[in-house]
Structure formats: C-alpha cells, structure tokens
C-alpha cells in the first residue's frame, strides 16, 4: 500500500554532509511518524532519528544529536535527514520507515514501512 523510496546517498568526507530524501507514494500518507534507520555490515538495524508527522516531535540516537535533523514536507510526502559533521562511524546504508501504529518510535519493529536503503560511506 505504501511504498518508500529514498535517496542522497553518497561518499563524502569526514565533516562534510549530506542530505536524505524518503518519497512516500500510495493512498494518502498520513503516517504516526516516520524514521530513520542504519545497518553497517554485520551490525544489526539502529536507530538513527524519528519524527512525529502531526506533532513534529523529533526524537535522535544518542551518537547522532546535534548532527543530524530530521523533517518532513507533508505536501511532498517527504522525509528527510539531514545529516551535519559526519564521521566515519556514521557510515551506513540508511533506511527510511513509515510507522502507524504509534509504538515507540526508536524501535525497528514498531515501523509497518520500509524504503530500499541507500549508502552513506564516510571516508576518513
């Protein structure tokens, strides 16, 4: 029913940055929130960022405050994350989700939705 697809991925430079986009199509999107995931190789799915749609209550992992910012454009059905002072460690692919049922919002398995992931590798 929903499909998320995001992009900006890309290799930049440790304290350079980069922005995300996630484009929700389908029947209208009118989800509780939305979030950002990332998995490195051989690592499981982390937290990154969330943000409630209608509230605009914002929530961030702990390694990525006052970094990144994530927002969303309800009349472009967009999420993004933007993403300030990037470090190698933030290398990742990085991936989008949609959540309905307003379950806490930095847990993977509280997301109905997910995008295809795109890579953001950070050099040193």
């Known amino acids: 029913q929903v499909q998320l697809v995001e992009s900006g991925g890309g290799l930049v430079q440790a304290g350079g940055s980069l922005r995300l986009s996630c484009v929700a199509s389908?029947?209208?999107?009118?989800?509780?929130?939305m979030g950002w995931f990332r998995q490195a190789p051989g690592k499981e799915r982390d937290f990154v960022a969330a943000?409630?749609?209608?509230?605009?209550?914002?929530r961030y992992a702990d390694s990525v405050k006052g970094r990144f910012t994530i927002s969303g454009d309800s009349a472009k059905n967009t999420v993004y994350l933007q993403m300030n002072s990037l470090k190698p460690e933030d290398t990742a692919v990085y991936y989008c989700?949609?959540?309905?049922?307003?379950?806490?919002?930095?847990?993977?398995?509280?997301?109905?939705?997910w995008g295809q992931g795109t890579q953001v590798t950070v050099s040193s």
């Open positions: 389908g029947r209208t999107f009118n989800p509780y929130a």
């Open positions: 989700a949609a959540q309905n049922t307003g379950l806490r919002q930095w847990v993977l398995g509280a997301y109905d939705y």
């Open positions: 943000i409630r749609w209608s509230a605009g209550i914002t």
